[in-house]
């Protein structure tokens, strides 16, 4: 028989990340949340407009990826670079077309903004020609077949 052990705790990477609304990263987490008060709030205290994240986004990107036109307005008045990119060569515009915030393009674009990726940001990054797959033969996930039938059809054999 067994010896019962109580769980283990769980590990620090299994705890639920807490999102850091405090500290200079509270101008990209307010940038994103459309919260006006906030990111003026982290400007005047003096966090760089152009602060970025891990992946090299800004509060730019993030506004222009969430659609948050007034956010973008403030930004590109307090100095954000209008064409950062991030670690994908991503720049705001890029981000803004992605989602369809026309209004953001716009804004964007009279500022000097570029999309260097063009198409590519409206585009999905993977695409399967019709010829490549042969559907007519194919089991489609979430089809049930029998074990008979799949021995049948791929004349499958013990050895």
């Given at each position: 028989m067994e010896e019962f052990r109580p769980p283990s705790p769980p590990s620090k990477r299994m705890q639920p990340?807490?999102?850091d609304s405090e500290g200079p990263y509270r101008l990209l987490y307010c940038s994103s949340k459309g919260d006006r008060a906030g990111v003026l709030?982290?400007?005047?205290?003096?966090?760089?407009?152009n602060l970025a994240d891990y992946d090299k986004r800004t509060a730019l990107h993030l506004a222009s990826s969430e659609?948050?036109?007034e956010i973008v307005l403030l930004l590109l008045e307090r100095?954000?670079?209008v064409n950062s990119l991030d670690r994908w060569g991503r720049t705001p515009l890029s981000d803004a077309h992605?989602?369809?915030h026309e209004v953001i393009c716009k804004i964007l674009e009279a500022k000097g903004g570029i999309d260097p990726v063009g198409l590519d940001s409206q585009t999905p990054c993977y695409?399967?020609?019709h010829t490549e797959v042969d559907m007519d033969e194919a089991?489609?996930?979430g089809q049930v077949i029998s074990y008979l039938?799949?021995?049948?059809?791929?004349?499958?054999?013990?050895?």
């Open positions: 990340q807490m999102v709030q982290e400007l005047e205290k003096g966090v760089e407009p659609g948050r036109a100095g954000a670079d992605s989602f369809g695409e399967i020609h089991i489609l996930i039938n799949f021995y049948r059809r791929y004349q499958v054999r013990a050895s």
